[in-house]
């Protein structure tokens, strides 16, 4: 087990995904902090660890603020003797259109979606550089935060910001041997569970059954447990040297995302001013539009969500 030794805190690991990637990391061989706002659900999650041999113990606090973050530092240090590896990957949604979205919405998703993941990575490196310890740190973005996704304002600006936070860090870290990256997750969740696209897959799942390979295979949707080996091969000490990247998993589908770069360059003389952007510009603009939004297959028959009666 390359984690053996190691301890892990992850964020939002009571259940759903944050708990597939704290009990891979712990069949990994780390110790494992537990984060949760019910006491009820953390313990559950801690009792699922230990009852299959491993180690963990838990922490049930909201993230966001600093003190949140000191908490779950102390706590792995003052239960397992240090720090190694952090996940955050909790979240909440809010999700309304713009003009339906209150300011309490839109503060309640960034504060613990984006400060969250500020804060606390930002105790965890103090953890690292102070104590020569090479880090990892693996953020959880979303497909949303890379190509928008309507009804999730709060959401997108989050999941983006973390990204746009990862490859900052990975630049301020790389002295200390620290390694920084995010991961884009493609699973079932509480929130595709909703989404009739999803149907068939959600329920093969719940049934303890292989989603159908069109999901899997064709559209990189999959289980939490199949993210979660990505998660912990991040952090591991094998992942050295990988730093600053996106990177999607889902079903059989693993991905590298890009960093932006432009997709079409040209230079006007003295600048582009309104008269050259509508004689010259407009043209370059339009004939390189990017698209925007998850662009999804068509359904074969068989799999297309049941209509209710």
Request: aromatic share 6%.
């Amino acid at each position: 087990m390359s984690l053996s030794g190691k301890v892990a805190i992850v964020t939002g690991s009571g259940a759903g995904l944050g708990l597939a990637y704290a009990q891979e990391l712990a069949r990994q061989g780390a110790a494992v902090v537990v984060n949760d706002v019910d006491q009820a659900t953390a313990d559950a999650a801690v009792a699922s660890i230990t009852e299959a041999g491993g180690k963990a113990v838990a922490v049930v606090v909201p993230v966001g603020e600093s003190e949140a973050a000191e908490q779950l530092v102390s706590a792995a240090v003052e239960n397992f003797g240090g720090l190694d590896i952090l996940v955050t990957n909790a979240g909440i949604l809010r999700d309304k259109s713009l003009l339906k979205m209150s300011d309490e919405d839109f503060d309640l998703v960034v504060n613990v979606h984006l400060k969250g993941t500020f804060t606390c990575v930002r105790a965890a490196y103090a953890h690292f550089k102070e104590n020569g310890v090479a880090g990892r740190i693996v953020c959880i973005g979303s497909p949303t935060g890379q190509r928008g996704n309507f009804g999730q304002t709060n959401y997108a600006a989050a999941k983006a910001g973390i990204v746009g936070m990862v490859r900052t860090w990975a630049l301020e870290t790389k002295k200390a041997g620290v390694c920084v990256n995010a991961v884009i997750p493609v699973a079932a969740t509480a929130m595709t569970k909703t989404v009739p696209y999803f149907q068939k897959a959600v329920e093969a799942d719940e049934r303890g059954e292989s989603m159908p390979a069109f999901f899997r295979h064709d559209l990189g949707f999959g289980t939490a447990a199949d993210v979660a080996g990505l998660v912990a091969f991040l952090s591991s000490p094998q992942a050295e040297g990988i730093t600053g990247q996106v990177i999607g998993a889902g079903g059989d589908r693993l991905q590298v995302w890009s960093h932006p770069e432009p997709v079409a360059t040209e230079y006007h003389e003295g600048g582009w001013d309104y008269e050259a952007m509508q004689s010259e510009g407009a043209a370059l603009v339009r004939g390189n539009l990017q698209s925007v939004g998850e662009k999804f297959l068509p359904l074969p028959d068989e799999l297309a969500p049941e209509q209710q009666a």
